[in-house]
């Protein structure tokens, strides 16, 4: 199937079981980050986090308070999302292609 799709299509990916090994799970959460809401969602947290960022001075030196990134994505069984296909995607894809569907959307 991700042989047939052609760069700049729509394709709607779903969970189908979840992997055991941690790396396709960092995969599976990197193809999901590319959802349209869910970079909306990253670049809005990211900006308020620069906005609410203490920074205090210690040994006359500027020194800041980072904050934990919050996870806007879950592999869960049954989670869906939409993306935009370029080739860049389709090692991931083709990579745990045993735990994701993937269609044209």
């Known amino acids: 199937m991700i042989d047939a799709l052609k760069p700049g299509q729509t394709i709607r990916c779903t969970i189908l079981k979840l992997p055991k090994a941690a790396a396709d799970k960092k995969t599976i959460e990197r193809l ?29 030196r500027d020194w800041v308070q980072r904050q934990k990134v919050g996870k806007i994505v879950r592999v869960v069984k049954g989670n869906t999302w939409t993306c935009v296909f370029d080739l860049n995607a389709a090692p991931d894809l083709k990579a745990v292609a045993t735990f994701v569907k993937v269609e044209a959307a």
């Not at 999901?32 to 969602?41: F, T």
Request: avoid cysteine.
């Open 32 to 60: 999901m980050r590319r959802d349209p809401q869910v970079i909306r969602g990253l670049r809005r947290s990211a900006h308020l986090r620069a906005k609410t960022t203490v920074t205090y001075n210690r040994g006359n």
